[in-house]
């Protein structure tokens, strides 16, 4: 009756104003479609503001791009031989954006924009994605919304996430992984879903294989009282394992999933990154290449990570945010290994470095709805009930001095690199590499150059096989043989950091043509030049 009484309105209700609980009962339902639009015009904006410029082109994202224009145009999963380096799911992504979104023909000057586009993208709804996780976790809609700015607007998180990286096409499965496995309505189909979206992720970045425990643990931690809990269990992990046989499969398929003559292997380039490539050395080591980038890391913004390690740390003992705990803790833990560290190892740990953060202040924080006794304090008397207003209390004023000397402290330091992101065109010399050898090289010569200045270069005019990537040059045996010697090459376009950290030794044929090159031009300053040479044969 009181619902056909609220439907059906007599002539008088109509003159009466709506009451208040109706009022905020209607706020409600628009409360978290308007955070979303929030956050999604946000993010887009902060994002998106002078990607075309900054920051400069890295080196694996000319690789991932050609790799995606190459499945449309090649018919191929690379422009190269296809050698199992990393899961090919990740640029499968990116190509179906740029062909949807006609992104090869819009930055056909400036290929890498249309990786970059698809980064804002990904972008926001790992935004999405930290908001949803937060609240699943408990977090109140406040700290939710700080956890994403937080997130949002760190320099190190805005440098990393700007750039066509596979970890940030990944992370935003990872995090739905973990949203679907803290279903509060513990549904069988949420717990597939958080399979296949962990199984995506890892089809994209092979090494986010180290965060099954932190999922295991939320389904676990969400599901252990559940009566549908063992059927979850199995249907999680079939549906894993078999989204993630399909890698193998394929290479089995191919004939190329162990090593052989002749051909490429699965298991060879797993065994190269596991044992044949050269280490970065130990974070504790102060010469290491390690901790020359966890320096670099620390450089952009040490609030974010070392306030989350610090935050993880403490929050040990919560049982909804333990599973980002094991998640933090478990990329910290292959920190301190001396493999090769790659330098967006970063990524992965950001979004839940801004959940650590935002979910100790939430449970420090006084809850004046429900009193203060969310304080996890036990109390099983009356002499410590009374302590607990004094605990939240003190909790409330450690989160507000937290707070004010990170605003006041780390404040100064953001603005001023946030600055340089949104104004400053930092790759403006790669643009000025590819104009110059567009205008003043025969387009049929042999020009070595980096990775990442292959599809514009191919755009420009290079479109034959005389546009060699740098390291296919002794890599490839396809690419050796066709060259022949170091005097087939005509024109080297190399970055100071190729020249300085390769050599003889890796890289014999480019660095025996470098012998009897002479410099022409250079674009840049510092690690960011980039040197272009005539080899007189």
């Given amino acids: 009756m009181a619902t056909i009484l609220e439907v059906r309105e007599g002539p008088g209700d109509a003159a009466l104003p709506p009451s208040p609980a109706g009022r905020t009962s209607r706020l409600a339902r628009w409360r978290t479609p308007a955070i979303c639009a929030a956050i999604i015009v946000t993010c ?143 549904a069988w189909g949420a717990g597939v879903g958080s399979a296949l979206c962990f199984a ?146 970063v990524v992965a740990m950001l979004p839940f470095c801004a959940l650590a953060v935002a979910g100790l202040c939430d449970r420090m924080w006084t809850r004046t709805a429900d009193g203060p006794a969310t304080v996890p304090l036990r109390s099983d008397g009356r002499r410590r009930q009374r302590w607990r207003p004094a605990a939240a209390v003190a909790g409330s004023l450690a989160v507000v001095v937290f707070w004010c000397v990170a605003i006041t402290v780390a404040g100064s330091g953001w603005s001023n690199t946030l600055e340089y992101q949104w104004t400053v065109d930092a790759d403006a010399s790669q643009r000025q590499v590819t104009a110059w050898l567009r205008d003043n090289v025969p387009h049929d010569a042999n020009v070595v150059a980096e990775g990442e200045m292959w599809l514009d270069l191919h755009n420009a005019g290079f479109d034959g096989h005389g546009n060699i990537w740098v390291y296919k040059v002794d890599s490839d045996p396809e ?28 890289m014999p044929m480019v660095f025996e043509a470098l012998d009897h090159a002479e410099p022409v031009a250079e674009f840049g300053s510092a690690n960011d030049a980039v040197v272009i040479m005539r080899v007189d044969p």
């Fill in 479 to 506: 690419v050796t043989q066709r060259l022949g010697s170091w005097q087939a090459i005509d024109y080297l376009a190399l970055s100071r950091v190729t020249l300085v950290s390769e050599s003889k030794a890796t």
């Fill in 44 to 186: 887009s904006i902060a994002t998106a503001f002078n990607v075309y410029g900054n920051p400069v082109r890295f080196k694996d994202e000319g690789v991932y791009l050609a790799q995606a224009w190459a499945i449309p145009n090649l018919g191929a999963l690379a422009h190269y031989t296809y050698w199992y380096d990393h899961p090919p799911l990740g640029w499968i992504q990116m190509s179906l954006w740029a062909t949807v979104t006609d992104g090869w023909d819009r930055w056909n000057e400036q290929s890498t924009m249309a990786g970059r586009e698809f980064m804002i993208v990904a972008r926001v709804a790992t935004s999405l994605l930290i908001y949803a996780l937060g609240r699943r976790v408990g977090l109140r809609r406040s700290w939710a919304v700080i956890a994403v700015l937080v997130f949002l607007f760190s320099p190190l998180a805005m440098y990393y996430g700007r750039l066509t990286l596979l970890d940030n096409v990944a992370m935003p499965w990872v995090l739905a992984s973990l949203v679907l496995a803290w279903s509060p309505r513990r």
């Fill in 200 to 345: 995506v992720a890892v089809l994209t970045k092979e090494t986010l294989l180290l965060l099954a425990p932190a999922i295991v643990l939320a389904i676990w931690s969400n599901y252990r009282r559940s009566n549908n809990r063992q059927f979850v269990w199995v249907a999680f992990g079939l549906v894993l394992a078999m989204s993630a046989a399909l890698y193998p499969l394929y290479a089995l398929i191919k004939s190329e999933l162990t090593p052989g003559a002749g051909h490429v292997s699965l298991l060879g380039a797993l065994d190269w990154q596991l044992s044949a490539r050269k280490g970065s050395g130990s974070v504790f080591d102060a010469s290491s290449d390690a901790r020359t980038l966890v320096d670099s890391w620390l450089a952009l913004d040490a609030w974010l990570p070392v306030g989350g390690l610090v935050a993880a740390a403490l929050l040990v003992g919560d049982r909804r945010l333990r599973p980002i705990v094991l998640a933090l803790a478990i990329q910290s833990a292959m920190l301190l290994r001396q493999g090769y560290l790659p330098s967006m190892y």
